[in-house]
């Protein structure tokens, strides 16, 4: 149960998705505006990056590796990963009319999120069984979510600050990002 603890934090904290692997930065600048924005954009990416994870287990070990088609992996797992952005997309749309309309166009890229394939990919690499692919995917998917509300609560708070002509927008997003990632550097060793 410990080991499951520890995996849980690592993903989330330690090796970050976004501030240690640097996957998943497109949504990270470009939802992170809004508190509220960030924290549905956070919601609809764990959901689909924990179960694409399980998915793409499922997929990899009792159909690419049995059938021998492992060079189907990606394509298999891009496809997996469509479907479930296409479920999240009508359950937000359902659910939150509001908040479908302020993520946008963002809410279907959450196909094209590195990050998204990457863990899903990652969880094969790193050889994990089906629990722990599922905790490795929903703990990247926390820790992407709670540095892209960080980041937003941060941004917001900005724009109550007089910010040099020649550092407004990408250039102090980018240094908060920094500063961000550093804070965030505190954690190894934790875990």
Excluded at 3 to 15: F, G, I, Q, R
Aim: charge should be negative; charged fraction near 10%; include cysteine.
């Amino acid at each position: 149960m410990s080991e499951y603890l520890l995996l849980l934090l690592t993903t989330s904290l330690v090796n970050n998705v976004v501030l240690a692997q640097f996957l998943g930065l497109c949504p990270f600048m470009g939802v992170s505006n809004k508190v509220s924005s960030a924290l549905g954009m956070g919601l609809a990416t764990t959901f689909v990056l924990t179960f694409s994870c399980a998915a793409g287990w499922i997929l990899e070990h009792y159909l690419l590796i049995p059938l021998e088609l492992g060079f189907l992996r990606l394509l298999s797992f891009i496809l997996v990963i469509a479907v479930l952005v296409q479920l999240t997309e009508m359950m937000v749309a359902f659910q939150s009319p509001e908040l479908h309309r302020i993520l946008g166009i963002f809410l279907p890229l959450i196909t094209t999120n590195c990050a998204v394939l990457g863990v899903a990919l990652l969880t094969i690499r790193e050889e994990l069984d089906f629990v722990e692919a599922i905790l490795y995917g929903f703990g990247s998917a926390a820790g992407f979510t709670l540095v892209i509300v960080i980041f937003a609560g941060l941004r917001e708070r900005m724009t109550l600050c007089r910010i040099p002509p020649a550092m407004e927008g990408a250039p102090i997003s980018f240094i908060t990002a920094g500063v961000l990632a550093m804070a965030f550097s505190g954690f190894i060793g934790f875990a």
